[in-house]
């Protein structure tokens, strides 16, 4: 169980949670355990979790083992290995069942071919016709395929780093946003990296096929849209870029001839002290993806179907929306700095900022939004002190733009401060021409920059507002 936002439940457990919460179901008689998929760094740490945890106990249920809490900050894949190490013979052993781990590596989805010249996902996600007939609501079950209108770099020449500020179309959508919401992408993988695993595992990558669920009665019928084809599942729906995680390094490892590869790969999927270390390393710290473990491990061939079984979801990425809908309601705007770094000798690629960072003025990126509850005063009035280093300002020029959008209209509007921090000046300071118009119409009644390699010593967005406050006292 996630927690998001300010200690809340994910979207898809909101229901549950409140379920849990308000109402006073008897679950005597039911056995549960917790776990938890949080960070340590935010103020509700898995608070969601801890809110089920005492619930079900709360409600009767008898809680069969302890909750367990795994820390994102840290290490949360190690997190949940040492959880269910410790889980699986207790929960076995006070049944009687018998422990089978030769069950995880079983399949839940069987392969089905079709047909040449049926129609077959591309990229859609939940009806075949989803993008050539798009229909609302848009969400992140039903992305809607906005077009780009405006993809400009923020960065000057100097800077070693590059931030994209994006606009895409949303006019034949309808989508209402309100400023300070997020904006949900789903990126597709890069084409390179496609190519390697289909010229890894020999196989061919555009026949169409379909994987469904052995258990009929299951909710998930398809692991993603089907049917398809083995490079439209590697381009739109799984995730071949992040570090892999466990149960995906066992289940390839029975695919693997060579017998030093096969416990190297199985070590990395072990629980003992040695293969979390190993994993810690290998997997997260250098973090290695499935393109990575295949070429380190030549002997490894899973059947291609099975491999993408195993692999997690592709899934959006959320960007803050940085436009406000009185501004410009048929567009949304987000500013987004691209990952790139290296690990050693592999150059690493962050999957949806390299996504976007080429695409051209009228090409299409499935996007849509999220409420959030980061939001201006209702009263326009009310004034208001804004914190945004780099990207994080993002939300506040949707601000900006909102309060001078009443200001035009003649409203009383309140101060506007910003705190605005980046490395340079002449480097990283982005939408340097619009904050200084922002200033000079009386929208932002006072700028603060904080540049932290402009000079001898750092100067951050806090040292800034410290010192506004000891020269105002
Ligand atoms: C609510 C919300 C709002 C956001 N708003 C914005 C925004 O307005 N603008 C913006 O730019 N981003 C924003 N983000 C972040 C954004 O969603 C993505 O996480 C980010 O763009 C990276 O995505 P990616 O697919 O390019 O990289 P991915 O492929 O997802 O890779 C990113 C991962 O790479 C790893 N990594 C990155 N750098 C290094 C390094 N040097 N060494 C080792 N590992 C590294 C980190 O684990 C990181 O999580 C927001 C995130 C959230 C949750
Ligand atoms: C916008 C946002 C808000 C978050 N809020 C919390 C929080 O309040 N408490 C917490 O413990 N973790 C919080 N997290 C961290 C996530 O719970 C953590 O990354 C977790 O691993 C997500 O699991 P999932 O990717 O499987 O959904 C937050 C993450 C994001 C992106």
């Given at each position: 169980m996630a927690t998001y936002g300010e200690g809340d439940p994910p979207d898809n457990a909101a229901l549950l949670c409140e379920f849990l919460r308000d109402e006073q179901p008897n679950f005597s008689g039911v056995w549960f355990t917790v776990f938890g998929l949080g960070?340590?760094?935010?103020?509700?740490?898995n608070e969601t979790a801890k809110m089920v945890d005492k619930r079900m106990e709360e409600l009767?249920?008898?809680?069969i083992f302890p909750m367990g809490l795994g820390d994102d900050d840290a290490n949360l894949e190690e997190d949940f290995m040492r959880w269910r190490e410790a889980f699986l013979p207790k929960v076995t052993g006070q049944f009687g069942w018998e422990l089978n781990?030769?069950?995880?590596?079983?399949?839940?989805y069987r392969l089905e071919w079709v047909e040449e010249g049926r129609p077959y996902f591309k990229?859609?996600?939940?009806?075949?016709?989803a993008y050539e007939r798009p229909r609302a609501p848009?969400?992140?079950?039903n992305p809607y395929l906005s077009t780009v209108t405006e993809n400009r770099e923020l960065?000057?020449?100097?800077?070693?780093r590059s931030c994209k500020h994006i606009e895409f179309d949303v006019s034949k959508a309808r989508i209402r946003y309100d400023t300070g919401d997020h904006l949900g992408v789903y990126p597709t993988n890069d084409s390179a990296l496609v190519e390697a695993i289909i010229q890894l595992l020999d196989?061919?990558?555009?026949n169409v096929f379909r994987l469904i669920n052995?258990?009929?009665?299951?909710?998930?019928?398809?692991?993603?849209?089907?049917?398809?084809?083995a490079r439209m599942a590697l381009t739109h729906?799984?995730?071949?870029?992040?570090?892999?995680?466990s149960h995906v390094l066992r289940g390839i490892?029975?695919?693997?001839?060579?017998e030093k590869e096969k416990a190297h790969l199985q070590l990395l999927s072990t629980a003992s002290e040695e293969g979390l270390a190993l994993y810690n390393t290998?997997?997260?710290?250098?973090?290695?993806?499935i393109v990575d473990i295949l070429k380190e491990h030549?002997?490894?061939?899973?059947?291609i179907d099975h491999l993408l079984e195993l692999l997690p979801r592709l899934q959006a990425r959320y960007y803050s929306i940085a436009s406000s809908p009185n501004k410009q309601p048929d567009k949304i705007a987000v500013c987004a700095v691209v990952t790139e770094y290296d690990i050693g000798s592999r150059h690493i690629k962050g999957v949806c900022t390299n996504f976007l960072?080429?695409?051209?003025?009228e090409s299409n990126v499935p996007i849509f939004v999220r409420k959030s509850q980061?939001?201006?005063?209702?009263?326009?009035?009310v004034p208001v002190i804004m914190i945004g280093p780099g990207t994080g300002f993002a939300p506040f020029r949707g601000f900006l733009q909102e309060r001078q959008h009443f200001k035009e209209l003649g409203k009383d509007v309140g101060a506007m401060h910003l705190y605005y921090g980046c490395r340079h000046p002449d480097h990283d300071y982005i939408y340097k021409d619009e904050l200084e118009a922002f200033v000079d119409a009386g929208v932002l009644t006072h700028l603060e920059c904080a540049f932290s390699?402009?000079?001898a010593e750092k100067v951050y967005v806090q040292v800034r507002r410290l010192k506004f406050l000891q020269d105002t006292k």
């Open positions: 960070n340590k760094t935010y103020e509700h740490f009767g249920a008898e809680r781990t030769d069950a995880e590596g079983s399949r839940q990229g859609e996600f939940g009806r075949l016709t848009f969400d992140v079950k960065h000057g020449d100097e800077s070693q196989f061919n990558p555009d052995v258990d009929e009665d299951a909710t998930k019928r398809n692991p993603f849209p089907c049917p398809t084809t729906y799984v995730d071949i870029c992040a570090p892999v995680k490892s029975e695919y693997t001839s060579d290998y997997i997260q710290k250098e973090r290695r993806s030549p002997s490894c061939k899973p059947d960072r080429d695409k051209p003025v980061m939001r201006l005063p209702t009263r326009p009035n390699r402009a000079q």
